[in-house]
């Protein structure tokens, strides 16, 4: 099972905006629509914050938002607050002999 | 509101196997709109599928797993079970069980359980 490629981490300062990548393959974010993003602070079970690629969970802030080009789909936080520092993981609907769920590597965000 | 729940052991020795159980509350398994599934995540790494489930008997496991694990439905108790074989210290971790869509995203989670694999 080959991961999503995502950058180890992104900083930035409170107010700024900042764009986490996620790169897979022509079999899996490049062929569905279904992307799905999650943070995690420590010690926590991650949480959902956007899926098929742009949609919000109930109660989930705008400042989150998701978006795809080709084999990459991106997640960027607007407005990023003190809270927001976790670690934030994509995910694809895979199906190349049989229907799988695939993850990135996880990206570390850092507010500074 | 639905709640998953993860229960089994916290230490489990090299080459044996690993039960857990996820019970389901303010929900049914047996519906027929969601995957239910397995995902763990190895101390300071990253989440990795296990498998899913869709109520009538239908089974997905990860490839590079699938020899050596097995999830079973007990719908009488709304739960369902993961057994992981031959363990070994690379199967230490957070074990976490969750409902996903068909699109695979998981809406919801357990708070997950650890694992140690260790004699």
């Known amino acids: 099972q080959s991961a999503l490629t995502q950058p180890a981490s992104v900083s930035g300062s409170p107010g700024q905006s900042i764009t986490i990548s996620c790169t897979g393959t022509s079999s899996d974010v490049g062929a569905y629509n279904y992307v799905s993003w999650y943070q995690q602070h420590p010690g926590k079970a991650p949480k959902l914050i956007i899926f098929d690629v742009n949609d919000r969970p109930s109660g989930v802030s705008s400042r989150f938002s998701g978006s795809k080009s080709g084999n990459t789909a991106s997640l960027t936080i607007s407005g990023l607050q003190a809270e927001d520092e976790a670690d934030y993981y994509c995910?694809?609907?895979?199906?190349?002999?049989?229907?799988?769920?695939?993850f990135g590597t996880g990206t570390k965000v850092t507010v500074l | 509101q639905l709640q998953l729940q993860e229960s089994g052991p916290g230490l489990v020795k090299p080459s044996e196997t690993l039960s857990l159980t996820c019970i389901v509350s303010?929900?049914?398994?047996?519906?027929?709109?969601?995957?239910w599934g397995w995902i763990r995540q190895p101390p300071g790494k990253g989440l990795e599928w296990i498998g899913s489930f869709f109520y009538g008997g239908i089974f997905y496991y990860t490839p590079s797993l699938k020899s050596r694990v097995a999830i079973s439905v007990d719908t009488s108790q709304n739960q369902f079970s993961l057994k992981v074989s031959s363990l070994t210290a690379a199967d230490t971790g957070v074990y976490y069980c969750g409902r996903h869509d068909s699109s695979w995203y998981v809406d919801y989670w357990g708070q997950g359980t650890l694992v140690t694999v260790s004699s």
């Open positions: 303010g929900g049914s398994i047996t519906t027929g709109t969601h995957y």
């Open positions: 995910s694809s609907y895979r199906s190349i002999s049989t229907p799988e769920g695939v």
